[in-house]
């Protein structure tokens, strides 16, 4: 028993020693109260102007979308183009059965002959009442008759001639034509069909002007400063083209939340045709811009944040910030720092409000 104690006294005077055995003085710092701060990796804040772009996928669309449609009403006897055909203007597309239309044609052509053979009855006649009431063998009520007759029969033969007229044209609207060079995108027609006048048959989408059509979320609009866009093909990009936005949609599509812009392209190259999938870039002016890499960005509160640096001390402290977009790798700040700050750029999570750190700055910085 005696040994026992005298083992637990001696483990209490070593416990008051150092590892040399030499006892502890509460004056002189604990390791805990001696180690080094926390070493963080920092930069130093610069303001560079910085030019954004941001780049969307659409397709080539037609400016003008054209229906078309016979004139007349008849059976169609012929199709010549089908969906997807491209046309150039004038060519024939369909025809009626023009059975009808000849008739109409035959007729008037008709009425014509027969009312130039009244005005010429009418004229002889005319002649003949002048001469006679020059030499007082006739009276002026003949005389007048007769110019009456005759200005009725030319009045018919114009007449005649304007329904002539109607029906060569009624005969040329039997065959359907391309109004200008494009591509079919829609048919509602087929042989044998009876079609009436103005009922659509075909849909030409007009190759002389094509717009870039893309879906734009709304907040591209509050930072856009340019209505230039690049347009370039999706296959091949070298194939570009510059367009201008034409006309922004005023309703926002409820399902993508997006609104659709369209882009006219200043003289599309014969490489980008229709249905073509495109990609848009804008160009925004340069501002002046702080990018930071991403692995800077706190929160405090909720809000973006970064630790900055006081250079006397070495203490940390939250800095809200706000950030004008979010990229690859990298954060661009518009506001809440100035050139110069110390800001930390790994380490960040480890830290607390009035931590003293040491730090080191990247290379570059």
């Known amino acids: 028993m005696a040994a ?30 001696g180690r080094p701060a926390f070493v963080v990796r920092a930069t130093a804040v610069a303001v560079t102007n910085r030019t954004t772009s941001v780049s969307l996928t659409g397709d080539v669309e037609a400016k003008v979308l054209t229906q078309l449609s016979f004139r007349v009403g008849g059976r169609v006897t ?41 005005l010429r009855v009418a004229n002889a006649n005319f002649q003949r009442q002048s001469t006679l009431l020059a030499k007082g063998y006739t009276t002026r009520a003949a005389y007048d008759q007769a110019t009456e007759t005759a200005g009725a029969a030319e009045s018919a033969l114009e007449t ?17 034509r391309a109004r200008a060079a494009g591509v079919i995108t829609a048919r509602t027609i087929e042989v044998g069909q009876v079609v009436q006048p103005a009922q659509p048959a075909f849909t030409l989408a007009e190759d002389d002007t094509r717009d870039a059509v893309f879906d734009v979320y709304e907040t591209f609009f509050h930072n856009s400063d340019t209505d230039r866009i690049r347009v370039s093909l999706v296959s091949d990009p070298k194939v570009v083209a ?46 002046p811009r702080i990018v930071l890499p991403w692995s800077a960005l706190a929160s405090d509160g909720g809000d973006p944040a970064v630790w900055r640096i006081d250079p006397k001390t070495h203490a940390v402290s939250l800095a809200k910030v706000v950030v004008d977009a979010f990229e690859t790798g990298s954060i661009v700040i518009s506001s ?10 790994d380490g960040a999570k480890r830290l607390s409000t009035g931590q003293t750190v040491d730090y080191t700055l990247e290379s570059g910085s």
């Not at 367009?243 to 490489?271: C, N």
């Open 160 to 176: 005649a001639r304007a329904q002539l007229g109607t029906a060569r044209d009624a005969l040329g609207y039997a065959e359907l």
């Open 242 to 287: 510059d367009g201008r936005v034409r006309e922004v949609s005023p309703v926002i599509d409820a399902t993508t939340g997006t609104v659709r812009v369209k882009v006219a392209i200043d003289a599309p190259p014969e490489a980008m045709p229709l249905g073509s999938p495109v990609t848009g870039t804008v160009m925004w002016k340069a501002k």
């Open 336 to 345: 809440g720092l100035a050139p110069g700050d110390l800001v930390v750029v």
């Open 78 to 118: 012929e199709r010549l183009v089908d969906v997807g055909a491209h046309v150039a203007a004038g060519d024939l597309l369909a025809r009626i059965d023009p059975t009808e239309q000849q008739a109409e044609l035959d007729a008037a052509t008709a009425a014509v002959s027969a009312a130039e053979s009244r």
């Open 4 to 33: 026992l104690i005298c083992i637990f006294a001696l483990s209490g005077l070593l416990a008051a020693c150092d590892g040399q055995g030499t006892p502890k003085d509460a004056s002189h710092p604990t390791p805990e109260a």
